[in-house]
């Protein structure tokens, strides 16, 4: 999955055709208020994915960034179906993350979309 994540190509559209693909090399850069470290971000349909290593100051920054998304695209994050699901993670800081986004908790495997999402060990499904 973080290998189709880490290789996400843009393909740019100019007057309606498209014009060759950009593979996304870059990320925010530190110093900027909205780094998240290193996260990545998955959109199919009207969902959104994002994966990250958690920091302390992280959730603070990655629910000022949604709150951004919100303001810029005029679209609202639906806080009551988002969920936090964490990986090798103790329940006490999951609880903590989701308390400073205002989401609940769940754990893998988790159904998005319809489709089961594992662990590493896809067999527990």
Known sequence: MMGCVKT????????GGPRGRVLA????RKGNPYHLSSFYCLQFAD?????????SSLMDNLRQTLELFEWCS??????DKSALCG??????????????LKCKVDHLP????GLPLVG???FKT
Not at 25 to 28: F, G, T, V
Not at 87 to 100: G, Q, Y
Not at 110 to 113: N, R, S, V
């Open 87 to 100: 990986i090798n993670v103790a329940e006490s800081e999951l609880l903590s993350m989701a308390a400073i």
């Open 47 to 55: 969902g959104t994915l994002l994966f990250f290593n958690y920091g």
């Open 25 to 28: 090399s870059r990320r925010i």
């Open 8 to 15: 996400l190509r843009y393909s740019v559209f100019i007057h």
């Open 120 to 122: 590493r060990s896809h």
């Open 110 to 113: 988790a159904i998005y979309l």
């Open 74 to 79: 005029s679209q609202k994050v639906n806080w």
